[in-house]
C-alpha cells in the first residue's frame, strides 16, 4: 500500500513563494506520474502540475511560468516550487501518485495541505 505524506503548506501574501514535499512509501510501480492537484470549496480537484517517470511535465495554464515540478526518484519524492503567488492560488493542494499499468491508471493520494495567498 502506497502512502503519501505531504508538507509545506502555509499563509503567504502575494508575490511570495512556498514549496510543497510531499513523500510516498510503500512499493511504486516504476511507470507512474507524481504531481499535486488543487481543491477549492465547491469545484472539482483540478491538476496544478505533474511529472511522469520519464521526466515529462505537465502544468495548468494558470501556472505556467511561476511554479515547477520536480521529483527525486531515490527518494520517491515530488515538489511543488511556487513562485509569485496570486490569491486564486489559494486551495488545499493534494499529492497524487498515479501507477500507469496495463489494466489501467491507479492513484493515490495525500491528505491535502492548505495554501493561502493572501491579497
Known amino acids: 500500500q502506497v502512502q503519501l505524506v505531504e508538507s509545506g503548506g502555509g499563509l503567504v501574501q502575494a508575490g511570495e513563494s512556498l514549496r510543497l514535499s510531499c513523500v510516498a512509501s510503500?512499493?511504486?510501480?516504476?511507470?507512474?506520474?507524481m504531481g499535486w492537484y488543487r481543491q477549492v470549496p465547491g469545484k472539482q480537484r483540478e491538476l496544478v502540475a505533474h511529472?511522469?517517470?520519464?521526466?515529462?511535465?505537465d502544468y495548468a495554464d494558470s501556472v505556467k511560468g511561476r511554479f515547477t515540478v520536480s521529483r527525486d526518484n531515490n527518494k520517491n519524492t515530488v515538489f511543488l516550487q511556487m513562485n509569485r503567488l496570486k490569491p486564486e492560488d489559494t486551495g488545499v493542494y493534494y499529492c497524487?501518485?498515479?501507477?500507469?499499468?496495463?489494466?489501467?491508471?491507479?492513484?493515490?493520494w495525500g491528505q491535502g495541505t492548505q495554501v493561502t495567498v493572501s491579497s
Open positions: 497524487d501518485v498515479a501507477e500507469v499499468r496495463g489494466g489501467g491508471v491507479r492513484h493515490y
Open positions: 510503500g512499493s511504486i510501480f516504476s511507470v507512474n506520474v
Open positions: 511529472m511522469s517517470s520519464d521526466g515529462s511535465s
